[in-house]
């Protein structure tokens, strides 16, 4: 069964919307959690480490204030694409590793459509 | 910074065998991935091999690994047309905990 829980799996909203992405890991705490973008057709990009209790690591590139990360708690991370417009449609995808140096599994990822 | 290639499309018939490439550059490259994404959704992950193994199996899978080259390959033994979907190789530095840096995905489509 999975084992990171992603909600909402779905969010059509309009532009300028703030939308908050949730990622849990069941049964098991992720005192780091990757968040990641596909674009339709492509490969998956790294945008940020979230780090429970500090401040997220962002990949080159990557706005901190426009893509928040709360990683408030060990079985919970979240994102929030603040002011969100067409550009920001994609699909978000988190992961976590288990344990230690054990491979990442991932959510079943958010799709993002902002008209 | 790492590269990660892969083919993008590869077809085959149902029961043959499937055998998926990548190349990577980081030769500091110490886990290497494979996962499975099926349309819409998230990743699965299907085998890991450590860089110090040339080969895993796992099932109908088994994966190969020449270090001296940089190249790794999935092959899926008697391909069934649930095995449709992109695959992605991914290298990571030290295990889990760190990053993932992914291949640009190979769609394979298993054909009657």
């Known amino acids: 069964g999975a084992v990171v829980s992603q909600h909402p799996s779905w969010v059509i909203c309009k532009s300028g919307t703030s939308v908050k992405i949730e990622c849990r890991s069941l049964?098991?705490?992720?005192?780091?959690m990757f968040w990641y973008r596909q674009f339709p057709k492509q490969s998956l990009m790294l945008m940020a480490t979230?780090?429970?209790?500090?401040?997220?690591?962002?990949e080159q590139g990557v706005e901190k204030d426009k893509f928040l990360i709360n990683h408030a708690s060990l079985t919970l991370s979240t994102l929030t694409v603040t002011s969100a417009h067409p550009e920001d449609s994609s699909f978000y995808i988190c992961s976590a590793p288990t344990q230690g140096n054990q491979p990442q599994h991932f959510g079943d990822g958010t799709r993002l459509s902002i008209l | 910074g790492e590269d990660v290639e892969q083919s993008l499309f590869l077809s085959v018939r149902e029961g043959d065998s499937s055998v998926i490439n990548c190349t990577y550059t980081?030769?500091?490259?110490?886990?290497l991935y494979w996962y499975k994404q099926e349309p819409g959704a998230g990743l699965q992950l299907l085998t890991y091999i450590f860089s110090n193994m040339d080969m895993k199996q796992d099932q109908r899978l088994t994966v190969l690994l020449n270090k001296k080259d940089k190249h790794l390959s999935l092959r899926i033994a008697d391909t069934q047309t649930g095995d449709s979907a992109i695959y992605f190789c991914?290298?990571?530095?030290?295990?889990?905990?760190?990053?993932?840096?992914f291949g640009t995905g190979t769609q394979l489509k298993v054909e009657l």
């Open positions: 979230s780090n429970e209790g500090s401040k997220a690591t962002y």
């Open positions: 980081d030769s500091s490259s110490t886990y």
């Open positions: 049964d098991f705490q992720a005192t780091t």
């Open positions: 991914a290298e990571s530095l030290t295990g889990g905990g760190n990053k993932l840096t």
